[in-house]
């Protein structure tokens, strides 16, 4: 049963960051900010930091999987999503391996995560040509927006999972081990 836990909780992110902008104030929609929930992406750093090993990689498994889901429901071009997520969460699980883990660490990491995703997926969409806005109007429009909100977000999610995905990694992985 434990081994449903992490697929659902990232399905569940990936369902809520479908619905989130529902939620916002109307005051900061009326600002023409575009602001990108990427709440499952940071519940895959914190897969990565406090649940995978060195030498395993659910988070970049899940980061594939759910990608694909992504692209095939959000958007027009398939494996853009799915590529920049798998990429960026393998990046994170190799920094986590010469880094300490705690708050700081993982909240750098989760900013540095949303900072390579969105700017990623704008310089392939920017080259396909399904992207016209110009840099400066992307990094005051939609990319320090979506930061903020994202990092909000990321406060609120690590406390939550942080002792549940290490108490899940130990009961599953030690397991193994006896």
Do not use: C
Not at 18 to 44: C, E, N, R, S, T
Not at 57 to 78: C, K, N, P, Q, W
Not at 154 to 168: N, Q
């Amino acid at each position: 049963m434990q081994r449903f836990y992490l697929p659902s909780f990232v399905l569940l992110m990936l369902i809520l960051e479908g619905v989130a902008l529902d939620f916002l104030p109307q005051f900061l929609m009326d600002k023409d900010l575009l602001i990108v929930p990427h709440w499952m992406l940071l519940f895959l750093v914190l897969i990565a930091i406090y649940y995978d090993f060195e030498n395993t990689y659910y988070a970049v498994l899940y980061a594939v999987i759910f990608g694909l889901m992504i692209d095939i429901v959000s958007t027009s071009v398939i494996g853009v999503y799915m590529f920049i997520y798998a990429l960026v969460i393998y990046i994170i699980h190799g920094l986590r391996k010469v880094l300490h883990t705690n708050y700081l660490v993982a909240f750098l990491l989760a900013v540095l995560d949303v900072i390579m995703v969105d700017i990623g997926v704008y310089i392939i969409y920017f080259f396909i040509g399904i992207n016209h806005m110009q840099w400066n109007e992307y990094m005051s429009v939609r990319l320090v927006p979506t930061l903020i909100g994202n990092m909000i977000f990321f406060i609120l999610l690590y406390p939550i999972f942080k002792g549940k995905l290490m108490k899940w990694s130990s009961d599953r992985f030690d397991s193994k081990r006896v």
